[in-house]
C-alpha cells in the first residue's frame, strides 16, 4: 500500500450531501478569509521596516550604527541583534497566548465573535506602533497585534472549513491562505514607497488598522456557522441558515449528522484532557507535526527578512524592497494556483510537489550564496546578473511553498478535527505554528552569522524529512465531507490501529449501519 492510505482520491466517497456553491456562501467565505490580511500585512511590514534607517536609527540605533561603521563587515552577521529580533518575535508569543484563550471564545460564543476580537486588538496594537516613541511602546503594540491573530487563525480556517460545501472545502479555506499572501503583497509594496520618507515606518506601522477594520467590520456582517449554532443549541436557527448556505431545502442528512455530532461533542467536558485519547492520536499528531513543518520549511525567513536578506547579497535598500515585492507577487500568484488545484488533485499531490520544489530551490541557494560569500561573509563587488539567479531560485522556492505549505498547513488541520475538539486542536495547531514562528523568527539572524550559507541547508534537510512525513502519514482527505473525516483514519495503513474503538459514521435508514469495502487502488476503500 503506498505511503498515504485514506479514502478514494476521485471523490464520491461516504455521504454526498446535495448543495451549491452558492453566491451567499462564497462571498461569505471571501470575506471571512480577509482574516489572513492582519497576519499577512504583520509578516510583509515588519520586514520592510526594519530595514529602513530611518526606523533603526530611531529604535535599534546600535544596529544603524554598525551597520553603516563598516561597509566591508560581515554580510552574514551584519543585523544580528537581539533585540531587532525581539520587536519582530514577541508578536507571536502573544498570539500563542491568545490562541489558547480563543479556544474557549470560539466554542462558547461562535467564530464570529473570535474574528470581532483579533480584528479589534489588531486595530489598538497598530495605532500604538503608529504612534510610539520608543521600543516599549512598540512591543505593547506588537504585543497586541500578536493577541489579535492569535483570535483570528483560530477562528477564520475553522469557520471556512465549516461553511463551505464539502466538495469545495478546499478552495475556499486556502482563501484564508491567499489573503495572507496579499497583505504580505500590499506591505511590501507600501514599504518600498514609505522607505523614501523619514517617518514612512510610522505609516507602515499604523497602515495595519486598514486590514484591521475589514475583519472587524466583516465580522458583524457575517452569519454564524450551523455548526457553532447546533454546538450552542440553536438547532432551528442553524437549519434555516443551513438551508441557505447550500441553496436547497434537502439539507436533513447533512443536518442530522451536524446535530449528531454536536450531541457527541456535548458529552465531552474536558476537551483539551480529550485530545490524548488514543483515538485522537492521529488528529494530534497532525496538529503538532503540520505547523511544525510549515514553519521549518523556511518561509517565514524569506517574508520576514527578505528586505533585509536581499541587502545582505548585494542589492542596494530600494532593490532589496523591490526585490521582496516580486516575493510577494509569486505569493499570490502561486496561491490561486492552489485554489484552482486543491480540490481537482487533492492535498498530498501539492504536498509532495511542492516539498520538492523547495528541497531543489533551497539547496540551489545555498550553493549560490556559499560560492559567493564563502565563509568569511565578504562577497565583494557582487555581479547583478548573480543576484538575480539568487531571486529566481527564491521566487521558485516561494511558489512552491505557497501551492504547498502554505494554504495546505491551514486547510489540513482546520478540516480534520471531528467537532468535539476542533477548537482545542486548533489552538493546539496556532499554538504550535506561534512557537516554531516565534523560534524561527528569534535565531534565523544569529543562525544566519554563524551557519551562514549552511542556513539553507538547515531548512532544505526539514523540508526532506516533511516531505517523507507527507508521504507515509497524511491521508488524502479532498471530497470527504468534513464531520465523515473518520474514515480516512480507520482507513489508513498506520492510523487504522488507533481507531479500532471508533465506529464507522452514520447509522443508515431501517438501523443499518453503513460499512466500507475495499476499491482497487492504493487510496483502499469507499462507503456503502
Known sequence: MAGGGGINPNGNNGKEYPGNLTLYVTTTCIVAAMGGLIFGYDIGISGGVTSMDSFLSKFFHSVYTKEKADKSTNQYCKF??????????????????????????????????????????????????????????????????????????????????????????????????????????????????????????????????????????????????????????????AKAKLKRIRGVDDVDEEFNDLVAASESSRKVEHPWRNLLQKKYRPHLTMAIAIPFFQQLTGINVIMFYAPVLFKTIGFGGDASLMSAVITGIVNVVATLVSIYYVDKLGRRFLFLEGGIQMLICQIAVAICIGLKFGTDGNAGQLPKWYAIVVVIFICIYVSGFAWSWGPLGWLVPSEIFPLEIRSAAQSINVSVNMIFTFI??????????????GLFLFFAFFVCVMTVFVYFFLPETKNVPIEEMVIVWKEHWFWSRFMTEVDYPGIGKGGATTHVEMAEGDYGSKLV
Not at 524561527?440 to 550559507?453: D, E, I, N, P, R
Open 80 to 237: 544580528d541583534s537581539q533585540t531587532l529580533t525581539m520587536f519582530t518575535s514577541s508578536l507571536y508569543l502573544a498570539a500563542l497566548v491568545s490562541s489558547l484563550v480563543a479556544s474557549t471564545v470560539t466554542r462558547k460564543l461562535g467564530r464570529r465573535l473570535s474574528m470581532l476580537f483579533g480584528g479589534v486588538l489588531f486595530c489598538a496594537g497598530a495605532l500604538i506602533n503608529g504612534f510610539a516613541k520608543n521600543v516599549a511602546m512598540l512591543i505593547v503594540g506588537r504585543i497586541l497585534l500578536g493577541f489579535g491573530i492569535g483570535f483570528a487563525n483560530q477562528s477564520v480556517p475553522l469557520y471556512l472549513s465549516e461553511m463551505a460545501p464539502y466538495r469545495y472545502r478546499g478552495a475556499l479555506n486556502i482563501g484564508f491562505q491567499l489573503s495572507i499572501t496579499i497583505g504580505i503583497l500590499v506591505a511590501n509594496v507600501l514599504n518600498y514607497f514609505f522607505a523614501r520618507i523619514t517617518w514612512g515606518w510610522r505609516l507602515s506601522l499604523g497602515g495595519a488598522m486598514v486590514p484591521a477594520l475589514i475583519i472587524s467590520v466583516g465580522s458583524l456582517l457575517l452569519p454564524e456557522t450551523p455548526n457553532s449554532m447546533i454546538e450552542r443549541g440553536k438547532n432551528e436557527e
Open 440 to 453: 524561527v523568527a528569534q535565531v534565523f539572524l544569529t543562525m544566519l552569522c554563524h551557519l551562514k550559507f
